[in-house]
Each structure stands twice: as C-alpha cells, then as structure tokens.
C-alpha cells in the first residue's frame, strides 16, 4: 500500500503577514527603509493600512521581530531574484580536463593554454593532466 507521506506537499517556509504576526511589539522599517522604531503591534498594522501596504515579518527570530510596511508581492519578487541569484553562483564550481602528454608539440600546447584561458574566463576550475605512456 501507498504510504501516507508519499502524498503530502513539500513544505515551504511562509512569510508572516499583517494579522499572522503574533508579537506584541515590533521593530518596524517603513516603505522607504527608514526605521520607525518599536511600536505595539496594532499601531504597526494601522500604519500599514494608513499607507494601503502590507505589515511583512522579515525577521522572526530577533527581539523584538523585525517587520517591514511594504506590498507583498513586491516582497515575494525580490526574495525569488535573491533565491536566483544565489543558485548561478553555486552552478560555476564544474571541473574541465586537459591532458597533455610528453610528446605534446609547442604549437598543440599553444592550442591547449588557450582552451585553458577560455575556461578560467567562463567560471570553470581546470584539472591540467601529464599522461606519461611506457617509458616516457
């Protein structure tokens, strides 16, 4: 039989919002990053009613939470660009090989440093290999 957890949604962190917000005080950053100090958690609400915005937590962990008076799709759309961006920085650690051997001819090797210098410039790591057959 299937096995319950085989159909359960992956979980994924949620970001806490206007009323989901349970602190009682708030460190509180309006639209234009400016920083409001702290304030009770209804005043930060109507704040960000009064500006027609969203109360975002940015930070749950710190005393007190720190939110943000801003839209939340907006939020949603930078934090997906972060998220982006931190994955094409982990992509770049593949490693290309050149191997070179004994008898290797100056102008192959000529042919060979350019590929290397095309691969450093890409972002690649290079593994350059002697290969020695038999006696060399």
Request: aromatic content about 8%; hydrophobic content about 35%.
């Amino acid at each position: 039989m299937f096995q319950q957890r085989y159909f359960q949604k992956k979980y994924e962190p949620r970001v806490r919002k206007n009323e989901q917000i349970h602190a009682p005080k708030v460190r509180v950053i309006d639209n234009s990053g400016e920083n409001l100090g702290i304030l009770d958690i209804k005043e930060a609400l109507e704040k960000a009613k009064e500006a027609g915005l969203d109360l975002i937590e940015i930070t749950a962990k710190a005393d007190p939470p720190v939110v943000r008076i801003m839209e939340y799709g907006k939020y949603l759309y930078q934090q997906g660009k972060k998220d982006k961006a931190g994955k094409k920085k982990q992509t770049t650690g593949e490693t290309k090989g050149v191997r070179i051997g004994m008898t290797t001819f100056s102008h192959d090797l000529e042919v060979k440093a350019k590929m290397v210098d095309k691969f450093f410039k890409k972002g690649y790591k290079v593994k350059v290999e002697l290969v020695m057959h038999g006696r060399e």
